[in-house]
């Protein structure tokens, strides 16, 4: 090990403690930005946990949450971005959790509470690699950096790209670092080098004022079997989305890709089995279950219609309601899947289904050959032990669209704190506090290095 | 008019005061069986109201709530039976009611109450009818009566049939008087002469045992999608069901029936108005509208599925349901219906797919020339001065059928109170007084006269 690394290491054990309480105390503070629960008081308290660390604070207003952001320069014009937020997904159910979710509780060597590994936790392990980092080479830092934390993340970061575009000279960076990554089951680390887009619309019909009988089904005109009808022509029964032109932008995958799909975990096993699922969408199986991220998807996440509760009402509804969901591969672009959503419906005779874009994000692809990523699967594999793991894509989708392109096509990397059974968005969620130790020696090796790579 | 007449009509005018008290009273007492709300105070007050008019009364338990029967035999054995019920529908939403709900209130020459109209007012409007007759024949009714109130025909009416027949001897009789019915917009009345049957279902998909997360839409089955696709196999675009054998045993309307339907007042204007609908089923338009009674319907009166709040919820739903309403013409059978409905869902694959029974209900339609419709229209036309219209069938559903057979095919007739904008199941329900009182003189001269048709 190089002595820089011994002195990390030394650092970083020497002051777990403090940077578990940091953790805790950051943790305790809500910010659920579902419903504005303490969010404001976060944004101060992770603009004062920056000032403490010796970061140039400033706090933007956004039309939703603040931003803020934290920079050091560092020896090397090179600069490292952090990205993550300060808010999290709302706790309930409240009887489900062991201990309350604001009041974070160490059991087991596990540091549980809302939020911890998701993503409150990653950003107190950033910031103490960088205080490790700077000690080992005496108060400088060997590049610079940015942190930039958000609050909106958990409700669809619709601010964030407008900020980055608005402060490119304020985020001006060589690569950044992710939130999320962490360990998986064999112990070890990786990346994903890009996220699906999103398009979010709300498909509504509402074909009478109010509900009638339902004695009259043979003449009232029924807004839930009409939004139905307009569903089953956007996707085939085979998963195949019958919007004209919708599969035109689509990149399929590249030979290397599926390569590292298919190094990809198997958790096949695992997911009938924690979910039930007896067979998976067109009967795929093993390494199609993998592959399967590159095809677009076009998902309801809510049905609403009518009467709802016990027995029966005798109605034929007025309204009814789809939330609809379509996952972008690149280079899809959700703005022109949005077009070609409302012209196919137009074309089909549904004028009368309206749609309301709730949402969007883009997708994005890194690329598998970046130094960047290189750096990081040595380090990764060197401290982890384990070899380290390539997603060519991640089914979800986030703002890293937002930062890449504007800043340049920077590469990205996930490092993280968290690990498989983390229970993120969940009741318990919690992270282990040897991964807290390992994923900020993992930071503070890549912060290290980043300099050498310019 | 005959003496026997004129003795009925001073009877009901000088005493009508009385009736009114008697109906305020009995719509003062909450009766809502969606909820249960003092049900079992309303028919112990019911069987008391019974016993104060001189009825031999009998309270029977059901699995459900309790039936009244009370019954005083006449001069002919001939009998004339009264159904009615007792229970109401739930009166929210409470804020768009003028006055309470449950305090009836007279304003304008009209009663508002909830229940006054739907069945309320009905109930005590042929207990003065009777007083009046038996009046007129110094104290002894011309032909036997029996009165049914039952407490659970707001919410389908599950425990009558069986009751009927378990009771058979203590209800025979020789024609019965329906619920509803009242004076429409040209001041005439008329009589429906059957009623659609009804099977409720639901139909239910659960293919994963938690909601997963809609990055996974590629390979996670969804419910909704799955839930869709089975409804689509049950109803083509025009309307026509596609469940092999739906059809076999549906009667085509008779000439006389389309006659009937043609000469009913023409309600498209208003209901377009009413409900806001700029086209009906299939582009239906003017007697068409009418005709359309004797399609067999297939109706979602809700859909259930996933996230319905605000927002966005980036998931793939477990589970999802549909309740679904088939509106069935004679002679079709809900228990026939039922189960070509499994088999064709099985034959199609969705075996995934469960079908929950709610209720269901038979088809009823008697003959256009029984004598005792020939009564009523003679009677009617007389005392309203107006076409009595003869509706073959009405689009709803109710147990005339459980009645109608095990009785021997007895004759039904409508004979109410209420009027065309009685607000039936809404706020401010209302009868007005006049409607009361004529509809009350037209019960009684049924009453009178019924004896003679044996």
């Known amino acids: ?260 799909l298919d190094a990809q975990p198997d958790h096949e096993a695992r997911m009938r089995e924690m979910l039930g699922i007896r067979e998976f969408v067109n009967g795929l199986t093993g390494k199609d279950l993998g592959r399967a991220v590159f095809n677009p998807t076009c998902n309801i996440q809510g049905f609403t219609a009518g009467y709802q509760g016990p027995g029966s009402k005798t109605i034929v509804p007025a309204r009814a309601s789809a939330k609809v969901d379509f996952r972008l591969v690149p280079d899809q672009d959700p703005v022109d899947i949005l077009a070609k959503l409302r012209r196919h419906l137009d074309s089909q005779g549904f004028t009368d289904v309206t749609v309301t874009k709730k949402g969007a994000m883009w997708p994005f692809k890194a690329s598998a050959d970046d130094p960047f990523i290189a750096m990081a699967k040595r380090i990764g594999e060197e401290l982890y032990q384990q070899p380290y793991r390539i997603n060519p894509l991640g089914g979800g989708s986030s703002p890293e669209y937002a930062f890449a392109g504007p800043l340049g096509n920077i590469p990205i990397i996930d490092a993280g704190v968290g690990y498989f059974n983390g229970r993120g968005h969940a009741p318990d969620e919690n992270i282990r506090l040897a991964d807290f130790l390992q994923g900020s020696q993992y930071l503070a090796r890549i912060l290290n290095e980043f300099a050498s790579l310019g």
Chains 1, 2 share one sequence.
Not at 81 to 93: A, G, K, T
Not at 96 to 124: H, N, Q, S, Y
Not at 219 to 239: C, G, N, Q, T
């Open 1 to 260: 090990m190089t002595p820089i690394n011994e002195s990390i290491d030394t650092y970083l054990q020497t002051n777990l403690e403090r940077y578990i309480a940091e953790t805790v105390r950051l943790c305790a503070q809500p910010s659920i930005s579902a419903r504005g629960e303490g969010v404001r008081e976060c944004a101060d308290l992770v603009a004062e946990l920056f000032t403490q660390h010796g970061l140039q604070v400033q706090k933007f207003e956004t039309p939703g949450n603040p931003v803020i952001v934290g920079r050091l320069s560092g020896r090397s014009p090179r600069t490292l971005l952090f990205y993550n937020h300060y808010d999290v997904q709302p706790p309930e159910p409240l009887e489900e959790w062991t201990t309350p979710p604001f009041e974070p509780t160490i059991r087991d060597g596990m540091l549980f509470a809302r939020g911890v590994g998701d993503d409150k936790g990653e950003l107190t392990a950033r910031l103490a690699a960088m205080d490790a980092v700077r000690a080992a080479h005496s108060g400088e830092l060997p590049c610079g950096v940015v942190y930039v934390a958000e609050g909106e993340e958990e409700v669809g970061s619709h601010n964030i790209a407008a900020f980055v575009r608005e402060h490119i000279d304020l985020l001006k960076c060589n690569g950044a670092v992710w939130e999320g990554g962490g360990v998986d089951e064999e112990g070890g680390t990786g990346t994903t080098l890009g996220l699906r887009g999103v398009l979010n619309v709300e498909l509504e019909v509402q074909l009478m004022t109010m509900d009638a009988h339902s004695g009259g089904a043979h003449i009232f005109p029924s807004s839930v079997w009409r939004l139905i009808r307009a569903l089953v022509s956007i996707k085939d029964e085979h998963e195949r989305i019958l919007i004209p032109g919708f599969y035109d932008q689509v990149k399929p995958p590249t030979e290397l890709d599926l390569q590292l």
